[in-house]
């Protein structure tokens, strides 16, 4: 099986500043098989990023995947209110399909 | 626009069973590999299940191996899990959603939409 670990557990920046989220697998995620969810509160989550850094359907250019093989990254240039929420990453390169534990970015 | 609706959740004694279904719209349900992804209060997300387009081929956690059972009716347009021998482990919101093609065709098994679930509690 495949952990995910993600760096750091929360994030504190204030409306405006960037944000950068990593995603460390403990073995190579073959293809980029690898995926970014947000999640605001009582909420579900919804896909932001698949293939590494393909966008999915209605996300804005602000939000940017990177990263092969073990170390994956998620860009946020600049963060709207609605973006302080907590963001997974999900590898589907080989079952099960695993999820790391989350990185909240809460507001400063 | 996607829609896709959980029901069935509820409190239920250990060693219980529960059925959730899930209710799709605004796409062919048909053509869609499906699954069940569950969230613990206060935690993190797990994969739970996967069921492909023509419900022929399945895959399960190994946390749920040989007492969940998921299926789907096509005619219906609803994804079903049965849940059998429950533990206060499996407490947890569970999201029904939808897979990008008919299974995991290319690789691909990331979620690309989500119900927004249903609680299950497992307590005496």
């Known amino acids: 099986e495949i952990v995910l670990t993600q760096s750091p557990d929360t994030l504190s920046l204030s409306p405006g500043e960037g944000a950068t989220l990593s995603c460390r697998a403990s073995?190579?995620?073959?293809?980029?098989?690898l995926a970014w969810y947000r999640q605001r509160p009582g909420q579900a989550p919804r896909l932001l990023i698949y293939?590494?850094?393909s966008r999915a359907t209605g996300i804005p250019d602000t939000f940017s995947g990177s990263g092969s093989g073990t170390d994956f990254t998620l860009t946020v240039s600049r963060l709207e209110p609605e973006d302080f929420a907590v963001y997974y990453c999900?590898?589907?390169?080989?079952?099960?399909?695993?999820f790391g534990q989350g990185t909240k970015v809460e507001i400063k | 626009e996607v829609q896709l609706l959980e029901s069935g959740g509820g409190l239920v004694q250990p060693g219980g069973s529960l059925r959730l279904s899930c209710a799709a719209s605004?796409?062919?349900?048909?053509?869609?590999?499906m699954s069940w992804v569950r969230q613990a209060p206060g935690k993190g997300l797990e994969w739970v299940s996967i069921?492909?387009?023509?419900?022929?081929?399945?895959y399960y956690a190994d946390s749920v191996k040989g007492r969940f059972t998921i299926s789907r009716d096509n005619s219906k347009n609803t994804l079903y899990v049965q849940m059998n021998g429950l533990r206060a482990e499996d407490t947890a919101v569970y999201y029904c959603?939808?897979?990008?093609?008919?299974?995991?065709?290319?690789?691909?098994?990331?979620?690309?939409?989500w119900g927004q679930g249903t609680l299950v509690t497992v307590s005496t």
């Open positions: 293939g590494a850094s």
């Open positions: 959603a939808r897979t990008p093609n008919d299974f995991c065709r290319g690789g691909d098994c990331y979620v690309v939409n």
């Open positions: 605004g796409f062919t349900f048909g053509s869609f590999a």
């Open positions: 999900q590898q589907y390169a080989s079952s099960p399909w695993t």
């Open positions: 073995q190579s995620v073959s293809s980029s098989y």
């Open positions: 069921i492909s387009d023509s419900g022929g081929t399945t």
